[in-house]
């Protein structure tokens, strides 16, 4: 079963930057959709950007695409979230999830098409 583990948050003025990581680890099927999500409080969990590590395919929801970037180093198995002008709106948990099926990367991304999930790394930006 794969492993995720977030890193790389933290609190940030409004128009900084970040770059969060997902780390994979534990035995798992090595075509992956990885996707970025996150939740703010009181909010519904919502979808930022996936790739799919066979061939790296990246997919944005409409709304992140402008300040959102992911990638993937293929050699440390871990997925980056860059993400650049942040906002005060910004600030949720964000996680990573994976899921074997590439129907999962798509623009829109569904929580409940991934089945595994990471702790999350909280970002805070202040204005």
């Known amino acids: 079963q794969i492993k995720l583990k977030e890193s790389g948050g933290g609190s940030v003025q409004a128009g900084g930057s970040l770059r969060l990581s997902c780390a994979a680890s534990?035995?798992?099927?090595?075509?992956?959709?990885i996707a970025w999500f996150r939740q703010a409080p009181g909010k519904e969990r919502e979808g930022i950007a996936a790739i799919y590590t066979d061939g790296d395919d990246t997919y944005y929801a409409d709304s992140m695409k402008d300040r959102f970037t992911i990638s993937r180093d293929k050699a440390k198995n871990t997925v980056f979230l860059e993400m650049s002008n942040l906002k005060p709106e910004d600030s949720a948990m964000y996680y990573c999830?994976?899921?074997?099926?590439?129907?999962?990367?798509?623009?829109?991304?569904?929580?409940?098409?991934?089945?595994?999930w990471g702790q999350g790394t909280q970002v805070t930006v202040s204005s």
């Open positions: 534990g035995l798992y099927h090595p075509s992956q959709c």
């Open positions: 999830g994976a899921e074997q099926s590439r129907t999962a990367c798509s623009t829109r991304l569904w929580v409940s098409y991934f089945e595994d």
